[in-house]
């Protein structure tokens, strides 16, 4: 079966680290990925998808993720952090086909300190 | 952003009562889903439509039911509700391709009691 996880619930970062956020995923065929940001109170924003090609994909707000098949990752990055990037993030299957389902991982609440 | 609305946004209502939330979007999607989010299970998916008046369920569809009668518009009913559907309640849509975003609204905060 479809799945997605997201192994850290919580994670805290200083202003101007930089970030990575985990997701693994289980999926038998060539996967469509996606990461969404939810703000609290807020519905939730694409970041960034991929589908095919590159697996380093370059997405809004300085965010990237990178595929790796052989892991069955695709892992959020973040050079430098900003205080407005406080928010949950959610990694994502796409089922494509008939349906476009989606699958969600659980979330990762990210804090960011002063 | 996919002109997405969700009405109401906030509603309490008591155990037993029937539920109507309804989803309206502006861009003429296909396809259009609704989904729960709960702390520590991410977002589910109770039901989708791929057209007009085409619906199916999704992994929590229990308890609930949709209608989609007209392109812009998808009605997510609580026939009954129970304690256990309190939650937020997420509409989402999708153009056409599978390469296309799914486009969330603003969500609706639902509390039974």
């Known amino acids: 079966a479809q799945s997605v996880t997201q192994p850290d619930i919580h994670i805290t970062v200083s202003e101007g680290a930089s970030l990575e956020l985990r997701c693994n995923y289980s999926?038998?065929?060539?996967?469509?990925l996606f990461w969404y940001v939810q703000s609290p109170g807020q519905g939730l924003q694409l970041l960034l998808k991929y589908f095919s090609g590159d697996t380093l994909v370059q997405g809004i707000k300085g965010f990237e993720a990178e595929f790796k098949r052989s892991q069955s990752s695709f892992n959020l990055r973040k050079p430098s952090v900003h205080w407005s990037d406080a928010a949950e993030y959610f990694c994502?299957?796409?089922?494509?086909?008939?349906?476009?389902?989606?699958?969600f991982g659980t979330g990762t609440l990210l804090a960011v300190q002063p | 952003d996919a002109g997405i609305t969700q009405s109401p946004r906030h509603k309490v209502t008591e155990t037993g009562t029937p539920v109507t939330l309804r989803c309206h979007q502006t861009e003429n999607h296909r396809y259009m889903y609704w989904y729960r989010q709960d702390p520590g299970h991410g977002l589910r998916l109770i039901h989708y439509?791929?057209?007009?008046?085409?619906?199916d369920k999704g992994e929590v569809s229990d308890g609930y039911s949709v209608s989609r009668s007209k392109t812009e518009d998808f009605l997510l009913t609580l026939e009954s509700a129970t304690s256990s559907q309190t939650s937020v309640y997420f509409c989402?849509?999708?153009?056409?391709?599978?390469?296309?975003?799914?486009?969330f609204g603003p969500g609706t905060r639902l509390t039974v009691l």
């Open positions: 994502a299957v796409g089922l494509g086909g008939a349906t476009n389902k989606l699958i």
């Open positions: 989402a849509t999708h153009p056409t391709q599978e390469t296309d975003t799914q486009y």
């Open positions: 439509s791929y057209g007009v008046k085409d619906t």
């Open positions: 999926y038998g065929a060539t996967p469509y």
